[in-house]
């Protein structure tokens, strides 16, 4: 998908549009919570908590949970053109509010030690995602084992959401902590039939206690709802219409549990795929066709003397790269998608194509110089990616490249997603010597050893 550009002013998409969302499997409270156990709700302004996730903070205070929600920032920048408020005074009518809200969704509790509390940071709004390292600190301090976090959905279309969300993932996911992302504008710019990402996601039904804070919390909004004043430039940012999405019984979460899907699940999960989609990745879409040309362009050398291939699938991209190496080795978890991939290169003898459960099953030949890693390392945890690493750092030859090219929306169900892959390669001292970012892909040529020149 191509990163969304809206202005919140725009007519957008219609409420009822979405009613198919709200239709989707539900969730229950202790599905989303552990018994006992805080609810961390991290967010970049103040009425985002209260939009995408008021009613289950209510819940959760009302069923005896701590709740804190972290503030990013005071939202200063809603107005950037006003000529009546300066951004002080609009942080300082923001805060006030968002103190307001936090009143309201505690108001279900019964016992005051399980009102919602909160922690504000200060951060420049627009600006939350340069700091991230504040950001993961102060979440790091206020979880618990068993702690879920909730955050904007790192697809929302809006900077700062996405940036937030993406911070509270990397943390759930090396913490193991349960995950929930909730939209705001993504309501907004998207359309159900062009954007079906919503599918993976699930509803929570809100009790009418829950629902009534919930509506009390966007009522304490009026500096977003209703005019600043008569000028142009003081219009509400949240429209009526646009509320209109959050006027419901349901909100609407990505869940992503702890001890997500990784190497084990792999082979069961991609053949059940495989079997129930001959080509569930659409290869010959323009989006594959085209990704392929890029990584294929990216490649330096006109020929390689041996190449492996971690997660083939079907063999698009080998048969292309067969065509460039002395030698490919490509390897798949998913023993149906090895058998078509064999089919398909049959004419090429020095393609072996191996089925192979990574990186406990790894292979015994090399030493390569060339690595491809394509949409392939967010299916493992963390600790698998950086065994993964590993094997590959010992069986590369002094100026070989590794290519890491991935998806970078969410995935669902599986703890990493493409920037966590490219972030850990650099960790690990890999030097990027080729990158190509777009808004749906990240695509790098590493060499392993940093002092090497060629590329």
């Known amino acids: 998908m191509t990163a969304p550009r809206f202005t919140h002013d725009e007519p957008g998409t219609g409420a009822s549009d979405w009613d198919c969302a709200h239709e989707l499997p539900g969730v229950t409270t202790t599905q989303l919570l552990s018994p006992g156990a805080p609810l961390v709700v991290v967010v970049a302004h103040p009425d ?7 009613g289950l903070i209510a819940t959760a205070a009302a069923h005896g949970h701590d709740v804190t929600v972290v503030l990013c920032s005071d939202g200063e920048a809603s107005h950037p053109d006003s000529r009546t408020h300066t951004r002080q005074e609009l942080a300082v009518i923001r805060r006030r509010e968002f103190t307001a809200a936090m009143d309201a969704l505690g108001s279900t509790s019964r016992k005051s030690c399980n009102r919602v509390s909160f922690t504000a940071l200060g951060l420049p709004d627009g600006h939350v995602g340069e700091f991230g390292t504040e950001i993961e600190g102060e979440i790091r301090r206020l979880v618990t084992p068993g702690s879920t976090i909730a955050s904007p959905w790192r697809s929302d279309g809006h900077p700062d959401h996405d940036a937030v969300g993406e911070i509270a993932a990397a943390v759930a996911a090396e913490l193991e902590l349960t995950l929930l992302e909730f939209p705001i504008w993504y309501w907004h710019w998207a359309q159900p039939v062009a954007d079906p990402r919503w599918r993976s996601m699930r509803t929570f039904r809100l009790d009418p206690s829950a629902a009534g804070a919930k509506r009390l919390a966007m009522a304490a909004y009026p500096s977003q709802t209703t005019p600043l004043s008569a000028a142009t430039e003081d219009a509400p940012v949240l429209t009526e219409q646009f509320l209109q999405h959050f006027h419901r019984d349901t909100e609407v ?4 549990e702890p001890g997500s899907l990784g190497a084990p699940q792999a082979r069961e999960t991609f053949n059940s795929l ?3 989609d001959p080509d569930p990745w659409r290869f010959d879409s323009d989006y594959e066709v085209r990704k392929r040309e ?13 190449a492996l291939e971690l997660g083939s699938a079907t063999g698009a991209l080998t048969e292309r790269l067969a065509q460039r190496c002395e030698s490919v080795v490509a390897t798949d978890a998913s023993d149906v998608a090895v058998e078509r991939s064999r089919v398909r290169l049959s004419q090429y003898r020095h393609v072996r194509v191996e089925q192979r459960e990574l990186p406990a099953d790894w292979p015994d030949t090399g030493p390569f110089d060339l690595v491809i890693m394509s949409e392939f390392g967010y299916y493992l945890t963390r600790i698998e990616l950086g065994e ?23 995935i669902d169900g599986w703890a990493l997603d493409g920037r966590d ?26 060499t392993l050893n940093a002092s090497s020149d060629s590329i």
């Open 48 to 54: 985002d908590e209260t939009l995408g996730a008021g």
């Open 253 to 256: 979460f990505l869940r992503t």
């Open 274 to 276: 495989f079997n129930s």
């Open 294 to 306: 890029v990584l294929l362009t990216s490649l330096s050398r006109p020929v390689y003397r041996q």
């Open 388 to 410: 993964v690493f590993e094997r590959i750092e010992a069986c590369v030859t002094p100026d070989a490249q590794v290519v890491l090219c991935h998806w970078l929306h969410p």
């Open 421 to 446: 892959v490219h972030d850990a390669a650099r960790r690990r001292g890999w030097t990027a010597r080729v990158t190509h970012h777009e808004a749906d892909f990240l695509l790098e040529v590493f």
